[in-house]
C-alpha cells in the first residue's frame, strides 16, 4: 500500500526498441486503454512496473513488523482481533502484489531475494519504531491514511494487473484508517496520559508520514515518464498537499496539535506545512533509519526459518506426482 | 538442496449472488490443496464467495493480443445478431 518514492522511472533504455511499436503503445496510453501482461510494452515500463510493483509488495511485508510488534500486547480483545486482521490485510495486500508484479516477467522468488539482499526497497515509514500503543492509533490513521491517498489514482494505473490489485487493496484499506483513528479517539477521550501518548505519537509520526509522498515535484526527476505512461496521475506534492488537508481538521476534531507551529492555511483553504527535513529521508532511505537493520533482519529471519517448510511441501508436492505418474503407468 | 520455483494457481471465486466463478487473481503454492487453502485466506477474508476453483496457471492457454483483430473481428461486422437491428413498430409495444 505504500508506494512512497518508489514511482522513479529507469532511465531511457528504449534506444533499440521499435519507434513504431512505442508510438502505438503510447497512444494506447493515451486513450485510457489498460495494458496486460502478454501485450507489448517497451522495456522500461517494465522495469519502472516490476521495480515500483515489487517494492510495493516488499512494503506490505515489511509493514506487518511495527503493528505485529503490538498484537500481543493490544489492549483489549477487540482492539486484538481488529489488529491482526489488520496484519492479515496487509500480508494479503504483499501477495496480491507480488502476483501483479510476477505478471511482469520475474519471478516471486526473485522479487523477494532482491528484498532480502537489500538491493530492493520499501517504504521508509516501517523503519520507525512503534514505541506505544498510540503509535498503532497513529500508523492507522495516519500511515495507511498517506496510503489511500497515494493508491486511490493507482486504481486507474494503465497497467491492468497492478489496478486490479489496488481496487482490491483500497477496498480493505479503510477499515484500517477507521480502527485507527478511533485508537486514537478514545484515546484522546482518555485519562491526561492517554491523550499525551497520542500527542507524543503524533509528534514522532507526522513528518515521516509526509516524506511517504516522495520528494518534493521541483527535485524529483523521473516522475514525467510515470506521468506520461499513466502510472502515476498525481504529482508527490499534489498527493501530499491533499493529505494535509484532509488530516488537520481530523487532528483538531481529536484535539491534537500538529507539531508544525508554522502551519498556516492559505485563502484557497489549503494547510501549507513548513519546509520537511529531506536529509531524514535520505539517511531512512540510504538504511540509517532507527529500525532498518532490525527489519531486514526480522525477514531474513523468518524466511530462513521457514526454508524447510518450503522444502517439504515441494518434496510432497513432488512424491504425490510421481506416485500419481505410477498409479498411471501400471 | 536448492527449492524448485512455487507453481503458480489462477484463483476463481463464485460469489454468493449466484454469478459465474470470476478470476479474482493468482498464488504460489507447491500443490492443490495448499493452493485451495492460500486461496481461503488470501482472496476470501470477507466472506467474497462461496466455492473456489483454483488451476494451475500453465494449464491456461490463451489467446494472442496480437491476433485480437482476427480473432473478434468477424463478430464485430455482424450487428445483424442483436435484436436492436431489427425494426418493430411502436404500436405493437415491448418485444
Same mark, same amino acid.
Given at each position: ?18 519507434? =513504431? ?24 515500463? #517494465? ?53 501483479? +508484479? ?15 539482499? /537489500? ?44 489496478? #486490479? ?71 508527490? %506534492? ?27 492555511? %492559505? =485563502? ?18 540510504? /538504511? ?29 508436492? +513432488?512424491?504425490?506426482?510421481? #506416485? ?7 | ?28 503454492? !507447491? ?19 462461496? !466455492? ?24 464485430? !461486422? ?18
Amino acid at each position: 500500500m505504500y508506494t512512497q518514492a518508489l514511482n522513479v522511472a529507469e532511465a531511457d533504455d528504449r534506444g533499440l526498441e521499435d519507434a =513504431a511499436r512505442a508510438a502505438q503503445f503510447q497512444a494506447r496510453i493515451d486513450a485510457e486503454e489498460r495494458i496486460e501482461p502478454n501485450d507489448w510494452m517497451p522495456g522500461a515500463y #517494465r522495469k519502472t512496473l516490476t521495480r515500483q510493483i515489487s517494492q510495493h509488495a516488499h512494503s506490505e511485508i515489511v509493514g506487518m513488523l511495527p503493528e505485529g510488534n503490538w498484537i500481543t500486547r493490544a489492549p483489549t480483545l477487540r482492539r486484538k482481533a481488529a489488529l491482526l486482521a489488520k496484519v492479515q490485510d496487509e500480508c494479503g495486500h504483499g501477495l496480491y502484489l507480488y502476483a501483479a +508484479a510476477e505478471t511482469l516477467g520475474t519471478s516471486r522468488e526473485e522479487l523477494v531475494d532482491a528484498m532480502l539482499a /537489500g538491493k530492493a526497497k520499501y517504504s521508509s515509514i516501517f523503519n520507525y519504531p512503534t514505541l506505544t500503543w498510540a503509535d498503532i492509533g497513529t500508523i492507522g490513521w495516519l500511515v495507511d491514511g498517506a496510503a489511500i491517498m497515494n493508491q486511490i489514482p493507482l486504481c486507474r494505473c494503465s497497467y491492468g494487473p497492478y489496478a #486490479r490489485a489496488m481496487i482490491r487493496v483500497c477496498k480493505e484499506e479503510s477499515f484500517h484508517q477507521r480502527q485507527g483513528y478511533e485508537i486514537m479517539l478514545t484515546l484522546c477521550r482518555g485519562s491526561d496520559e492517554q491523550k499525551a501518548m497520542a500527542q507524543d505519537a503524533l509528534n514522532r509520526w507526522w513528518w515521516p508520514v509526509l516524506m511517504m509522498f516522495g520528494p518534493p515535484d521541483a527535485t524529483s526527476q523521473h516522475s514525467d515518464t510515470s506521468a506520461k505512461w499513466k502510472i502515476k496521475r498525481f504529482s508527490n %506534492d499534489e498527493l501530499r498537499q491533499k493529505f494535509v488537508d484532509a488530516t488537520v481538521p481530523q487532528a483538531q476534531y481529536l484535539g491534537l496539535t500538529i507539531p508544525d507551529p508554522d502551519m498556516i492555511q %492559505d =485563502a484557497d483553504g489549503h494547510w501549507r506545512h513548513s519546509e520537511i527535513d529531506w536529509t531524514e529521508f535520505k539517511q531512512v532511505l540510504a /538504511g540509517n533509519g532507527p529500525c532498518n537493520r532490525d527489519r531486514l533482519a526480522a525477514r531474513r529471519k523468518a524466511h530462513e526459518e521457514g526454508a524447510w517448510v518450503r522444502q517439504a511441501a515441494a518434496a510432497y508436492a +513432488a512424491k504425490r506426482a510421481q #506416485r500419481q505418474t505410477a498409479q498411471a503407468a501400471e | 538442496m536448492t527449492t524448485p520455483n512455487t507453481p503458480l494457481w489462477e484463483v476463481f471465486i463464485r460469489s454468493r449472488n449466484g454469478l459465474a466463478h470470476k478470476h479474482v487473481g493468482s498464488l504460489h503454492a !507447491s500443490d492443490v490443496t495448499m493452493a485451495l487453502q492460500a486461496a481461503r485466506d488470501i482472496y476470501t477474508r470477507r466472506g467474497e464467495g462461496l !466455492s473456489i476453483w483454483v488451476v494451475p496457471s500453465t494449464a491456461i492457454t490463451a489467446s494472442d493480443p496480437a491476433d485480437k483483430g482476427m480473432m473478434f473481428e468477424p463478430a464485430e !461486422s455482424k450487428i445483424y445478431r442483436h435484436p436492436t437491428f431489427y425494426e418493430v413498430p411502436e404500436e405493437v409495444g415491448h418485444m
